[in-house]
């Protein structure tokens, strides 16, 4: 049985329960979770890991899917995690988020926010929910939307309670709540996001009523402290800092901790001058009032779009054989810095590196790095062993990207958006990522910011790997690594637990329990998904779950679960060396325009080495002309040297007919570097 209700454009779809399920005991969010999974990430300090060990790593090899919701539509993604409270399991798939019952997969109430204006004289319909879920306290259920709002609905009956627009009065396209608000004290704080430029934000709410309490930039104005970090010019309007994530909480002491967003523009460092705080930072703010109580900075004046990209972990560090409150950042390069929580001063080593120095830039001469510790992503110098694709090279870390050398490809920041977990058990952090490299390209507009010329690099998807590594926080050395082929999906992040196990969902639609200790593969189950979620973990009338939110649904796994496997999904990325759209034309330009893909208003760069289009199909006998629509000199060759149109001034023609049928790739002569293809039939 269904009904309907609708409040300002939104509807809500309720149904009663088949089997009513005990309320189980309460949990405190500031531990670590037990019985349920009180908060997103397990806890208020986002370790993610569980106290339940009725399964472990003796009994895991009896888990099995005990049940599977119904089909989400739209799916969810690899960022989707659930709240599981009262025997209830919440959480979103945009644009709707869920009430479900934890033991039969069944929907209880089906909030949509909806699309469109609303009626009359009431505000705009709601954005979508964020991808990764909903804070549940005060008998309210708390989310972030895309459109920059907060809403608050009935735990019990998905009713609005409140409905909060916290984003600047002046809307601009970009502008978005992306993750979970976090709740303590009484205040609901949640990020504001944009890769316009726009500055990251952090807001506090009274939790009851949805009134602002108080606000948080994460680029100071003048005059406040940090901003002689800025150069004395508006840049400081428009740097960046976004919030993309989740925060943690300390109730006891009285802060929030959050992970501050990369610099705007992403490759441009030229117009603001020195460290620029607050961005790339693990931040403390006082939870009552938003005072910045301290911060560390882990990347200096960001130009590589290298913002902290997973979520604060609060842990017991041992220092000295001293137990520390201590709160852990891992940087997108897979370096971990574990802190004081109350003072923001390291725990560990610190060291100032010299790193590349470009001029032009403005780049910091020295970064930080966590003396002993190791990264789970390869460094340049392994890269540079690989097998690249010719006419390339291989850069650094920290590496400005320059116009100058347009040919080099990047190790990429690869720690990002998968939250990591910690278990005190082993005292091992396990963080998940991407390892790969990218063809990042500067336009001499330092506001064109484009990631898409990787799609350019043939093969480059070869080398493409995702890991999940081991870190112990004792002593900053890799205790494990593995690596998994990335597919479709992102990386999802893991969870760990007391049962001597790690849970993850890997692109190929596996989910895996991996030895905390070890790393070895001890179960695995086919959810016929490329986008899973990270894992939570709960005790229903004495049985231990395991629930996964898939792009399909939600599957939850207890011993002796008797569901089974689905088929794999389809292949995710393609392994051919050229990929993207095919042209049916014999006409090819040598040049490409290009158009900006962030939120900074059309830009477009004219690329010299992206041959228009990029694959080409044309039947036997046609003839292929070339023309030169750029600068340059180019002179297209075959990548075997059989033919050449010869050198093509600007403005110039050249052609080549193809007899045989097959497949044939070329260069440009002058620039090895730009690829493309011809496909004859």
Request: charged share 20%; net charge positive.
């Amino acid at each position: 049985m269904t009904h309907h209700l609708r409040w300002i454009g939104v509807a809500v779809v309720a149904a009663f329960l088949v089997s009513p399920v005990p309320v189980s005991v309460q949990s405190d969010p500031r531990m670590p979770a037990g019985k349920e999974w009180p908060s997103l990430m397990g806890d208020w300090g986002n370790t993610r890991y569980s106290t339940l060990s009725q399964i472990n790593t003796q009994t895991v090899s009896r888990l099995g899917a005990a049940w599977m919701s119904p089909r989400l539509t739209p799916p969810a993604n690899s960022r989707a995690m659930s709240v599981v409270k009262d025997g209830m399991m919440f959480f979103t798939a945009p644009p709707n988020i869920y009430k479900i019952n934890a033991k039969t997969g069944e929907t209880v109430w089906k909030f949509e926010t909806g699309g469109g204006r609303g009626r009359g004289d009431g505000p705009p319909a709601m954005g979508s929910p964020n991808r990764e879920g909903v804070v549940v306290a005060d008998g309210l259920v708390i989310a972030g939307l895309g459109d920059s709002r907060v809403i608050a609905l009935r735990e019990a009956t998905g009713e609005l309670a409140w409905n909060q627009y916290v984003g600047d009065k002046a809307r601009d396209k970009g502008q978005v709540i992306s993750a979970a608000p976090v709740y303590a004290g009484g205040i609901v704080s949640v990020g504001l996001s944009a890769d316009n430029g726009w500055r990251g934000q952090i807001v506090g709410l009274d939790a009851k009523t949805g009134r602002e309490v108080w606000r948080w930039f994460a680029v100071p104005a003048p005059g406040e402290p940090g901003s002689e970090s800025w150069p004395k010019t508006a840049q400081w309007k428009f740097g960046g800092g976004a919030m993309w994530l989740v925060g943690a909480a300390d109730p006891d002491a009285g802060l929030v901790y959050y992970v501050t967003g990369n610099g705007v523009p992403q490759l441009s460092g030229e117009f603001r001058t020195g460290d620029n705080l607050y961005l790339c930072s693990i931040v403390a703010l006082d939870m009552k009032t938003g005072k910045l109580k301290w911060h560390f900075q882990t990347i200096r004046h960001d130009i590589w779009e290298a913002d902290m990209s997973i979520s604060p972990v609060l842990f017991e560090a041992q220092v000295d054989g001293r137990p520390r409150k201590a709160v852990a950042g891992i940087r997108p390069d897979g370096y971990l810095f574990i802190l004081d929580r109350e003072t923001g001063k390291p725990l560990q080593k610190i060291e100032d590196r010299a790193v590349p120095q470009d001029a032009f830039q403005k780049t910091a001469s020295k970064q930080p790095y966590p003396v002993g510790f190791e990264s789970p992503l390869n460094d340049c110098d392994w890269w540079r062993k690989q097998r690249i694709p010719s006419g390339f090279e291989v850069g650094c870390y920290y590496t400005a990207v320059s116009t100058d050398k347009p040919n080099l490809l990047f190790p990429y920041y690869g720690m990002r958006v998968a939250p990591m977990s910690y278990s005190p058990q082993t005292g091992y952090f396990y963080a998940a990522g991407e390892r790969s490299l990218k063809w990042l390209r500067r336009s001499e507009d330092p506001y064109f910011f484009s990631n898409a010329f990787s799609n350019r690099v043939p093969g480059l998807n070869d080398l493409t790997m995702g890991v999940i590594g081991a870190i112990d926080s004792k002593t900053g050395k890799l205790a494990w690594k593995k690596e998994f082929k990335l597919g479709a999906g992102r990386p999802a992040g893991t969870m760990a637990t007391a049962g001597g196990l790690v849970f993850h969902t890997t692109p190929d639609g596996n989910f895996n329990a991996y030895d905390a200790k070890t790393g070895n593969v001890l179960w695995q189950f086919q959810t016929g998904s490329t986008a899973g979620g990270p894992a939570a973990s709960f005790e229903i009338d004495g049985d231990q779950y395991i629930a996964v939110i898939t792009s399909a649904n939600v599957v939850a796994f207890k011993l002796g679960g008797t569901l089974k496997p689905q088929n794999p999904p389809s292949a995710g990325r393609p392994t051919e060396a050229f990929v993207g759209q095919i042209a049916d034309t014999r006409q090819i330009e040598t040049a490409s325009l290009v158009r900006d893909n962030a939120f900074t208003g059309a830009r477009y760069m004219t690329d010299e080495f992206a041959f228009n289009p990029y694959r080409a199909k044309v039947k036997a006998g046609t003839q292929v002309t070339w023309r030169n629509n750029g600068r340059l000199v180019h002179t297209v060759v075959a990548q075997d040297g059989s033919w050449t149109t010869g050198p093509l001034d600007p403005a110039g023609v050249g052609g080549v007919t193809f007899d045989k049928p097959g497949t044939y790739t070329y260069i440009c002569k002058e620039h090895p570097w730009a690829y493309a293809q011809i496909i004859v039939e």
